[in-house]
């Protein structure tokens, strides 16, 4: 392991999973899975930007998962540049799950870290693009002071959680599939007299609504200068629209 303390690790989720589906309407069959992989693509991304955090990237064992995370480390390593060259040279390893629920693969990736010697460990799974650099960094200023941070969706679920110092609560215990999940998990916190932190509501990419807010996101931070964020998932959905156009 690296001298680094933080680790930010990337969970590929499956396209049906603990009542999560990824259903986009059009966007279907090979398309579909083109945007899953920009997706992953642009979330490892924007985490190779943070400083002094290494990055794993976990994933089933399955051959086509295998060929995806592949494709993904190869274009990435020649795509980033600068720091974030670096960081997938020096602090990006990929990991291997057995296919086990969501509730006990996100266990055993915290358990992992943790006896890995990490003492700051953030979990992101792989629909959540739009979550960029500074989201993460503030994250971890949080997880710098409490126990636990979360990063809640409007459904109640998650779109990050992040553990400090040790694995404290047994995430395989809870019904992933509850609508109550994020307050759930946030109580057993509060029971065990544990500290967390809230980041902003934001939202995972399952369904043609989302997509829509994804879209406005990405239009934000063109407007706002930044040309980076999301960039994948922009030119893989700007081709698949184009082609359905013809």
């Given at each position: 392991?690296?001298?680094?303390?933080?680790?930010?690790?990337?969970?590929?989720q499956?396209p049906?999973?603990?009542?999560?589906?990824l259903?986009?309407?059009?966007?279907?069959?090979d398309?579909?899975?083109?945007?899953?992989?920009?997706?992953?693509?642009?979330?490892?991304?924007?985490?190779?930007?943070?400083?002094e955090?290494d990055?794993?990237l976990?994933h089933?064992?399955?051959k086509?998962?295998?060929?995806?995370?592949g494709?993904?480390?190869?274009?990435?390593?020649?795509?980033?540049t600068?720091?974030?060259?670096?960081?997938?040279?020096?602090?990006?390893?990929?990991?291997?799950?057995k296919?086990?629920?969501?509730?006990?693969?996100?266990?055993?990736?915290?358990?992992?870290?943790?006896?890995?010697?990490y003492?700051h460990?953030?979990v992101?799974?792989?629909?959540?693009?739009?979550?960029?650099?500074?989201?993460?960094?503030?994250?971890?200023?949080?997880?710098?002071?409490?126990?636990?941070?979360?990063?809640?969706?409007?459904?109640?679920r998650?779109?990050?959680?992040?553990?400090?110092?040790?694995?404290?609560?047994?995430?395989?215990?809870?019904d992933?599939?509850s609508?109550?999940?994020?307050?759930?998990?946030?109580?057993a916190?509060?029971?065990?007299?544990?500290?967390?932190?809230?980041?902003?509501?934001?939202y995972?990419?399952?369904?043609?609504?989302d997509?829509?807010l994804?879209?406005?996101?990405i239009?934000?931070?063109?407007?706002e200068?930044?040309?980076?964020?999301?960039?994948?998932?922009?030119?893989v959905?700007?081709?698949i629209?184009?082609n359905?156009?013809?």
């Amino acid at each position: 392991m690296s001298k680094n303390k933080t680790v930010i690790a990337v969970c590929i989720q499956e396209p049906f999973e603990d009542g999560s589906t990824l259903d986009l309407g059009m966007i279907h069959g090979d398309d579909l899975k083109f945007v899953h992989q920009a997706f992953i693509t642009d979330t490892i991304a924007n985490a190779a930007k943070v400083d002094e955090v290494d990055i794993r990237l976990y994933h089933i064992d399955d051959k086509d998962r295998k060929k995806l995370v592949g494709i993904v480390t190869e274009y990435l390593t020649k795509k980033l540049t600068g720091k974030a060259s670096e960081k997938m040279k020096k602090s990006f390893s990929i990991h291997e799950l057995k296919q086990d629920r969501w509730g006990i693969r996100v266990e055993r990736v915290f358990n992992d870290c943790f006896n890995a010697g990490y003492k700051h460990v953030i979990v992101i799974g792989s629909r959540t693009p739009t979550v960029s650099t500074s989201q993460i960094l503030t994250s971890l200023k949080m997880l710098q002071k409490s126990d636990a941070v979360f990063g809640p969706t409007p459904e109640g679920r998650y779109y990050l959680i992040g553990m400090s110092g040790s694995y404290q609560i047994e995430l395989s215990n809870f019904d992933w599939k509850s609508p109550t999940i994020y307050s759930e998990v946030a109580q057993a916190f509060t029971e065990k007299g544990l500290k967390w932190s809230e980041l902003e509501i934001w939202y995972v990419v399952e369904c043609p609504e989302d997509l829509e807010l994804l879209a406005r996101d990405i239009n934000q931070y063109r407007y706002e200068g930044d040309n980076e964020t999301s960039i994948e998932t922009e030119l893989v959905l700007e081709r698949i629209l184009s082609n359905l156009e013809h």
